[in-house]
């Protein structure tokens, strides 16, 4: 099993930035890919980002792209998103989950965290 932790979040202006921590334990956290995910009230999961297991590749949705960068340190056994110019639209609960593919469905990912809150404000 893999237990997943989220933190980082919290509210910021339009324009600024966070950085989104996610801790893992349990199985070997370099054997899955790692993904990002966000959920605002009312709306469906949303894909942000994934990494492959060594990191060496990622994946960023159309809506983060130049904006977002997710990273992992497997040492630290913890996936991070790095968020800049964030906008109001950005606003929701992130989410990071543990894959055995590289994939941007929601479906596909086996283990997620409880999420942590981000709101930007305008």
């Known amino acids: 099993q893999v237990q997943l932790v989220e933190s980082g979040g919290g509210l910021v202006q339009a324009g600024g930035s966070l950085r989104l921590s996610c801790a893992a334990s349990?199985?070997?956290?370099?054997?899955?890919?790692m993904g990002w995910f966000r959920q605002a009230p009312g709306k469906e999961r949303e894909f942000v980002a994934a990494?492959?297991?060594?990191?060496?590749?990622?994946y960023s949705s159309d809506s983060v792209k130049g904006r977002s960068t997710i990273s992992r340190d497997n040492a630290r056994n913890t996936v991070y998103l790095q968020m800049n110019s964030l906008k109001p639209e950005d606003t929701a609960v992130y989410y990071c989950?543990?894959?055995?593919?590289?994939?941007?469905?929601?479906?596909?990912?086996?283990?997620w965290g409880q999420g942590t809150q981000v709101t930007v404000s305008s």
């Open positions: 349990g199985r070997t956290f370099s054997s899955f890919v």
């Open positions: 990494i492959s297991r060594s990191g060496g590749s990622t």
């Open positions: 989950a543990a894959a055995t593919v590289h994939t941007v469905i929601p479906a596909a990912y086996d283990y």
